[in-house]
Nanobody
């Protein structure tokens, strides 16, 4: 059983920055990891992905603004979010792929003046 715990969400003004963290249990270096986000009434959407070897992909809406990374020694994945926009407001979830999918509980990000 893989446990994932997100942290780092909060309220930030447009143009500001936040860094989300996702702490994992188990054989973290084996996991393919990703960040998703969801707003009320909408499906969860992929934001960024990082493979167990460090290859990354991003949604078009966040390219150039968000950076996904991982620290295998700390068993933690990060999402550095810069130039935040009101439309980035959502609950952000981390996902791990190993023997199956695992999800964290989510952390709220609100971008508002």
């Amino acid at each position: 059983q893989v446990q994932l715990v997100e942290s780092g969400g909060g309220l930030v003004q447009p143009g500001g920055s936040l860094t989300l963290s996702c702490a994992a249990s188990g054989l973290f270096y084996e996991y393919h990891m990703a960040w998703y986000r969801q707003t009320p009434g909408n499906e969860r959407e992929s934001v960024a992905y990082i493979s167990n070897r460090g290859a990354t992909t991003y949604a078009e809406s966040v390219k150039g603004r968000f950076t996904i990374s991982r620290d295998n020694r700390k068993k933690t994945m990060y999402l550095q979010m810069n130039s935040l926009k009101p439309e980035d407001t959502a609950v952000y979830y981390c996902r791990a792929n190993f023997d199956r999918e695992y999800w964290g509980q989510g952390t709220q990000v609100t971008v508002s003046s």
